[in-house]
T-cell receptor, first 115, second 116 residues
């Protein structure tokens, strides 16, 4: 069975400090992996995606994520948090690699950024 | 590019009435559209997948007679919540992608439904 686990429901950082949002996945196939961000009462915006090319994926707004098959992880990082980064972040797996029919969402991690 | 809109953004209705939510791909043709439901502080739950010109495929546990989905054109899909009840109150989000299966799903801004 395919699943995705976001290890922290809430992460709080100070502005200017690094961000780490953790995600582990389970997939029988070679998956595609995504990070989406959702600001309050807004839809989801794609931050980045991994589709079996480079394992280090760079996204928008300075975010990046590294696919580690041995650890079944796809953690999201950013070197320096900005107030505007405060939002809900979802790690998502598409278990059939490239096929984006059923996306499986993690439960989300709320990122708070303190001044 | 790749903008998806939803209308309305927020709707309040009385119990027993029906509500229609529109999802439009503004700058691309969406062969496939998806409808999700998001409960407060919860993740997104896929309700159904619709392909243009054919019947929607509903996920297990989703009542197809209650949540009517129509995907009549390559840029428009509608979700109608029939005989709405307070428990149908939720945030409904659509997404769209082209027929090319490698393409990313692009999400709409969501519709907040409140049933009184």
């Amino acid at each position: 069975a395919q699943s995705v686990t976001q290890l922290d429901s809430h992460v709080s950082v100070s502005e200017g400090t690094p961000v780490l949002l953790r995600c582990n996945y389970s997939s029988s196939y070679s998956p595609s992996l995504f990070w989406y961000v959702q600001h309050p009462n807004k839809g989801l915006q794609l931050l980045l995606k991994y589709t079996s090319a480079a394992t280090l994926v760079k996204g928008i707004n300075g975010f990046e994520a590294e696919f580690k098959k041995s650890e079944t992880s796809f953690h999201l990082t950013k070197p320096s948090a900005h107030m505007s980064d405060a939002a809900e972040y979802f790690c998502v797996v598409s278990p059939y690699g490239g096929s984006q029919g059923n996306l499986i969402f993690g439960k989300g991690t709320k990122l708070s950024v303190k001044p | 590019g790749a903008v998806v809109s939803q209308h309305p953004s927020r709707v309040i209705c009385k119990s027993g009435t029906s509500v229609k939510i529109e999802c439009r791909s503004l700058d691309f043709q969406a062969t496939t559209m998806f409808w999700y439901r998001q409960f407060p502080k919860k993740s997104l739950m896929l309700m159904a997948t619709s392909n243009e010109g054919s019947k929607a495929t509903y996920e297990q546990g989703v009542e197809k007679d209650k949540f009517l989905i129509n995907h009549a054109s390559l840029t428009l899909s509608t979700l109608t919540v029939t005989s709405a009840h307070p428990e149908d109150s939720s945030f409904y989000i659509c997404s769209a992608r082209t027929g090319f299966i490698q393409e990313t799903q692009y999400f709409g801004p969501g519709t907040r439904l409140l049933v009184l």
